[in-house]
Nanobody, 123 residues
Framework: QVRLVESGGGLVQAGGSLRLSCAVSGRTVSDYTIAWFQQFPGKDREFVAALTLSDGVKHYDQTLKGRIAISRDNVLDTVYLQMNSLKPEDTAVYFC????????????????WGQGTQVTVSS
């Protein structure tokens, strides 16, 4: 079992930055790939970024790359999503997910999900 808890969302003005956190707990955390997704109202979740904890390999959505960065704190077992130059269209609920299979995690089929954190960007 793996438990994921997101935090760090909130209201920010366009052009601002936020750092989202995904606290990961459970057995063999280091075996997992952690992925971030965004979900717009009435839409399916969309991939943002992923980090495989065992080897540090990162994946990014190409349209967001350049404004986002995924990183980890090994001591705290936390994965971060830094988002810069935020736009109103970034407004969404952001989820983190975990899976032992990196491809599954990136594809949105993660075995474990957090509850999500709301990001609202005002114009």
């Amino acid at each position: 079992q793996v438990r994921l808890v997101e935090s760090g969302g909130g209201l920010v003005q366009a052009g601002g930055s936020l750092r989202l956190s995904c606290a990961v707990s459970g057995r063999t955390v280091s075996d997992y790939t952690i992925a971030w997704f965004q979900q717009f109202p009435g839409k399916d979740r969309e991939f943002v970024a992923a980090l495989t904890l065992s080897d540090g390999v990162k994946h990014y959505d190409q349209t967001l790359k350049g404004r986002i960065a995924i990183s980890r704190d090994n001591v705290l077992d936390t994965v971060y999503l830094q988002m810069n130059s935020l736009k109103p269209e970034d407004t969404a609920v952001y989820f983190c997910a975990a899976d032992l299979d990196p491809n599954m995690a990136v594809a949105g089929g993660g075995a474990y999900w957090g509850q999500g954190t709301q990001v609202t960007v005002s114009s």
